[in-house]
């Protein structure tokens, strides 16, 4: 499922309450920040323990269920457009039910971050979300 709509207006409260909803029924599901995946890839360069960027796409690829929070809101660096790719394409290739949000469009993912992405996420069930933020004041 890709979820996509404007700051505030619901996309991260919806993913999370569908995840709860999964782990009070027995199911096992994950809720991650895009922004931590790519933090923690980056910290795993150098590290001198067990920490590899192998382990820790492992741990996002083979979660039954994963939410993915907010795509597309870092620094959309070659790197983080790589480590997208690879969790998508992983998820995908084995059929894993996979729960995507952003504030960007499938489009505006195509062009400003990367049309392969893009052209997963296509295949995806589609919820936008329209509205103002509700954390505005």
């Known amino acids: 499922m890709f979820v996509t709509g404007p700051t505030g ?4 409260h919806l993913a999370a309450g569908i995840v709860r909803a999964l782990i009070e029924v027995g ?6 920040r895009a922004a931590d995946l790519y933090a923690q890839v980056r910290a ?8 590899s960027e192998t382990a820790i796409l492992a741990g996002y690829c083979g979660s039954p269920i994963l939410v993915l929070d907010d795509l597309a809101s870092g620094s ?3 790197h983080e457009r790589r480590i997208a790719l690879e969790v998508i394409d992983r998820r995908g290739n084995d ?7 952003s504030n960007w469009t499938i489009d505006e993912i195509s062009s400003k971050m990367d ?3 893009a052209s997963r ?8 979300f329209k509205g103002h933020d509700r954390r505005a004041k």
């Open 9 to 12: 207006c619901g996309k991260t």
């Open 27 to 32: 199911k096992r599901a994950s809720f991650r």
């Open 44 to 51: 795993s360069y150098g590290a001198m323990d067990d920490l």
């Open 76 to 78: 959309l660096s070659d």
């Open 95 to 101: 059929e894993r039910p996979t729960i995507i949000t």
């Open 115 to 117: 049309e392969r992405i």
């Open 121 to 128: 996420l296509r295949s995806y069930k589609f919820i936008g």
